[in-house]
């Protein structure tokens, strides 16, 4: 592999202004902001947090970098593990179809602690933020094509954290240049789908990848060295072209369902069914899934911790019917033996459709048939996962979503409190929104 180092990708890393990027952009720097504060407020009432502040106290101490959730503060990198423990542990975190997986969660954590420990504003922290996705969704491209089905979250996370986190420390291009080519040489290198297909707290290698792209920016600064990432390789420069020209945040997508994306589009279906005919759970005899082979892939054992409820097809599907929504509340681990829950998963069949598989990963779909006791039968039509890039989320829609999924945690008026620190003034510090939400 030969590398060719002119620092295309390092210069609009450094170089890149708000007052420069298009207004559709600057709208959706701040509904990406809005979207992984609620990742992260979810992920901090959850059990992976927990094991990550754990971590991050036994293994770097105290510090003076608050986190989202807790009292207690950190130094970078400790900030860093509690974090990025926290940003996909409910999986409520946005995505993009053809990386395969969560560009947002893998570098957050990375660059809420370099925006808090260098006291920036939000708006430098959004800037941030479309740097470091434009160059994580590259970067993501050109590893799919490089690893073909070795891929994760955690392993583009690595360059993503490395990118975000070392413009917000000063670097300059040589320094980031090492930085970059340091995480793309140790990002883990996950077999994602035995994640998938065997849910556990590893689910998509975001903590590694993020500790991995922290300790590449560390140490870069500490005086290590290193040469080539896949950006500069010949056959991927092309990606790197067309940074500040065309922008891969419009292909995000965004979850409204606190599980894998792969189950959105059965829940969205069967809800419609629901909506549209009146029928509650108890009526229904038997549904049928028909929908792409991954989605068929997934467990369907009942699960017992949150991890195996969000890596599940059949769960998150009958928990939808059941209670009318998936969110917080539904993938606790206090309500995965909910008897109508595990009563309706029984009543549920999953079949691969040709049609549908064939239009897979461009288009992830499904339609399911539901028949009810009395024998009537009910045809969804074929769903596509709500929240997609078609879809154009906005500003409305992400605001919805943050009230909705975050009602079970936040009382309504801090719940407004914090949207205003989101949207209304940008040029207020990191800190400050970090701080309110941390108000006991």
Same mark, same amino acid.
């Given at each position: 592999?030969?590398?060719?180092?002119?620092?295309?990708?390092?210069?609009?890393?450094?170089?890149?202004?708000?007052?420069?990027?298009?207004?559709?952009?600057?709208?959706?720097?701040?509904?990406?902001?809005?979207?992984?504060?609620?990742?992260?407020?979810?992920?901090?009432?959850?059990?992976?947090?927990?094991?990550?502040?754990?971590?991050?106290?036994?293994?770097?101490?105290?510090?003076?970098?608050?986190?989202?959730?807790?009292?207690?503060?950190?130094?970078?990198?400790?900030?860093?593990?509690?974090?990025? =423990?926290?940003?996909?542990?409910?999986?409520?975190?946005?995505? =993009?179809?053809?990386?395969?997986?969560?560009?947002?969660?893998?570098?957050?954590?990375?660059?809420?602690?370099?925006?808090?420990?260098?006291?920036?504003?939000?708006?430098?922290?959004?800037?941030?933020?479309?740097?470091?996705?434009?160059?994580?969704?590259?970067?993501?491209?050109?590893?799919?094509?490089?690893?073909?089905?070795?891929?994760?979250?955690?392993?583009?996370?690595?360059?993503?954290?490395?990118?975000?986190?070392?413009?917000?420390?000063?670097?300059?291009?040589?320094?980031?240049?090492?930085?970059?080519?340091?995480?793309? &040489?140790?990002?883990?290198?996950?077999?994602?789908?035995?994640?998938?297909?065997?849910?556990?707290?590893?689910?998509?290698?975001?903590?590694?990848?993020?500790?991995?792209?922290?300790?590449?920016?560390?140490?870069?600064?500490?005086?290590?060295?290193?040469?080539? =990432?896949?950006?500069?390789?010949?056959?991927?420069?092309?990606?790197?072209?067309?940074?500040?020209?065309?922008?891969?945040?419009?292909?995000?997508? &965004?979850?409204?369902?606190?599980?894998?994306?792969?189950?959105?589009?059965?829940?969205?279906?069967?809800?419609?069914?629901?909506?549209?005919?009146?029928?509650?759970?108890?009526?229904?005899?038997?549904?049928?899934?028909?929908?792409?082979?991954?989605?068929?892939?997934?467990?369907?054992?009942?699960?017992?911790?949150?991890?195996?409820?969000?890596?599940?097809?059949?769960?998150?599907?009958?928990?939808?019917?059941?209670?009318?929504?998936?969110?917080?509340?539904?993938?606790?681990?206090?309500?995965?033996?909910?008897?109508?829950?595990?009563?309706?998963?029984?009543?549920?069949?999953?079949?691969?459709?040709?049609?549908?598989?064939?239009?897979?990963?461009?288009?992830?779909?499904?339609?399911?048939?539901?028949?009810?006791?009395?024998?009537?039968?009910?045809?969804?039509?074929?769903?596509?996962?709500?929240?997609?890039?078609?879809?154009?989320?906005?500003?409305?829609?992400?605001?919805?979503?943050?009230?909705?999924?975050?009602?079970?945690?936040?009382?309504?008026?801090?719940?407004?409190?914090?949207?205003?620190?989101?949207?209304?003034?940008?040029?207020?510090?990191?800190?400050?929104?970090?701080?309110?939400?941390?108000?006991?």
């Amino acid at each position: 592999m030969q590398f060719h180092t002119d620092y295309r990708v390092e210069n609009y890393i450094l170089n890149t202004k708000w007052e420069d990027l298009p207004k559709e952009i600057q709208d959706r720097a701040v509904v990406c902001g809005i979207d992984l504060t609620t990742a992260l407020l979810l992920g901090s009432h959850g059990w992976q947090f927990a094991a990550g502040e754990k971590l991050a106290q036994s293994v770097c101490g105290d510090g003076e970098i608050p986190v989202v959730g807790s009292q207690h503060t950190y130094n970078l990198l400790g900030a860093v593990i509690a974090m990025s =423990h926290a940003s996909n542990s409910f999986d409520i975190d946005d995505g =993009h179809n053809m990386i395969k997986g969560h560009p947002g969660t893998s570098f957050v954590a990375g660059v809420l602690a370099a925006a808090l420990e260098q006291g920036i504003s939000y708006r430098e922290y959004l800037t941030a933020l479309v740097v470091a996705y434009e160059v994580t969704i590259r970067f993501a491209l050109a590893e799919q094509e490089h690893y073909k089905y070795l891929h994760s979250t955690g392993c583009y996370g690595a360059f993503g954290t490395a990118a975000g986190m070392g413009r917000l420390c000063g670097m300059d291009k040589e320094k980031l240049n090492t930085a970059l080519s340091i995480a793309d &040489f140790h990002a883990p290198v996950v077999p994602v789908m035995r994640s998938v297909t065997t849910p556990s707290m590893n689910k998509d290698g975001v903590p590694f990848g993020a500790l991995v792209g922290a300790m590449a920016v560390l140490e870069t600064l500490s005086g290590s060295s290193g040469r080539g =990432h896949l950006l500069e390789a010949e056959e991927y420069q092309h990606l790197a072209q067309t940074l500040g020209s065309s922008y891969e945040i419009m292909n995000l997508y &965004f979850k409204p369902y606190t599980c894998c994306r792969w189950a959105h589009q059965p829940i969205a279906a069967g809800l419609s069914l629901m909506r549209k005919y009146g029928f509650g759970p108890d009526q229904i005899k038997e549904a049928v899934v028909y929908t792409f082979d991954a989605t068929a892939r997934l467990s369907q054992q009942i699960p017992t911790e949150t991890d195996e409820a969000q890596y599940n097809i059949a769960y998150p599907v009958a928990a939808a019917l059941v209670h009318g929504d998936l969110g917080y509340l539904q993938v606790r681990e206090e309500a995965l033996q909910n008897p109508a829950v595990l009563d309706m998963m029984k009543r549920l069949k999953f079949i691969v459709d040709p049609v549908l598989e064939a239009q897979f990963p461009q288009k992830r779909l499904a339609r399911i048939e539901v028949t009810l006791k009395d024998g009537t039968l009910f045809r969804s039509e074929t769903f596509s996962a709500p929240g997609e890039a078609t879809d154009h989320v906005d500003l409305a829609w992400i605001t919805e979503k943050f009230r909705r999924i975050t009602s079970p945690i936040l009382e309504t008026e801090k719940q407004e409190k914090l949207l205003e620190l989101l949207t209304s003034n940008l040029e207020i510090p990191v800190r400050r929104i970090v701080d309110f939400i941390n108000q006991q």
